[in-house]
């Protein structure tokens, strides 16, 4: 497709399972990033992907959370033994590289996560 | 540490008033800033973007912003709202390689 992708769109878990959401950039975006949106706020930074280079997992809220990027291009965030206050809409976005450091991101739709 | 603060949690316009929202941000250097929208449901969408140059900058849907330095705000504006700009809007600040901040949001109600 044109647009970034992300799976599910919707997930509903129990407390303590483990959740993998997957992210799929548009096509020659180098850049790639995860942001977690909870009910009546903004959006909080998760990690930042950039080509090759390491990823800047700076605003991972703790061990339980972790994300890879295969091949630049597709990337899966796992969250290990969910929590609550885990439930959020976790969006996911990607820039191209001739828009530079400081482009235009491109978002998904977002994955619902609920944990009960 | 960079950061934006978007004053107003909730605006509600009349159809066909004048829409302004409010964003400030603390930058360290010259800021990137953006303004985004977000439908119920949807993704994030760029309205408009300032890098440098004119100061007053034009995006989609009418919408525009001025970049302030001396108030260190980019604030939005629209002359004439329409029932279809009823959305959450986000500004942003990028630095540090890319990465952006964004504020907590501004959730425009429109009236008929």
């Known amino acids: 497709g044109a647009g970034v992708s992300q799976s599910p769109s919707n997930k509903v878990t129990e407390k303590g399972k483990d959740v993998e959401l997957r992210c799929d950039p548009i096509?020659?975006?180098?850049?790639l990033y995860w942001y977690r949106q909870s009910l009546g706020q903004g959006l909080e930074f998760l990690i930042y992907?950039?080509?090759?280079?390491?990823?800047?997992k700076s605003g991972l809220p703790s061990d339980r959370f972790s994300a890879e990027r295969t091949g630049g291009s597709v990337s899966t965030l796992t969250i290990q033994r969910t929590q609550q206050e885990d439930s959020a809409v976790y969006l996911c976005?990607?820039?191209?590289?001739?828009?530079?450091?400081?482009?235009?991101?491109?978002f998904g739709e977002g994955s619902r996560l609920t944990v009960l | 540490a960079q950061s934006v603060t978007q004053p107003d949690i909730h605006i509600t316009v009349s159809e066909g008033a004048s829409l302004e929202l409010r964003c400030n941000y603390s930058?360290?250097?010259?800021?990137?800033l953006f303004w985004y929208v977000q439908s119920p449901g949807q993704g994030l969408q760029l309205l408009l973007k300032y890098f440098s140059g004119d100061t007053l900058v034009q995006g989609i849907k009418g919408f525009e912003a001025e970049f302030k330095r001396s108030q260190s705000s980019f604030n939005l504006r629209k002359p004439s709202v329409h029932w279809s700009d009823a959305a959450e809007y986000f500004c942003a600040v990028a630095g540090n390689a890319g990465k952006s901040t964004f504020g907590d949001g501004t959730t425009l109600t429109v009236k008929p």
């Open positions: 930058y360290g250097a010259t800021p990137y």
């Open positions: 992907f950039q080509g090759n280079s390491a990823p800047d």
């Open positions: 096509s020659g975006h180098t850049a």
């Open positions: 976005a990607s820039s191209s590289p001739s828009g530079g450091p400081y482009g235009e991101l491109f």
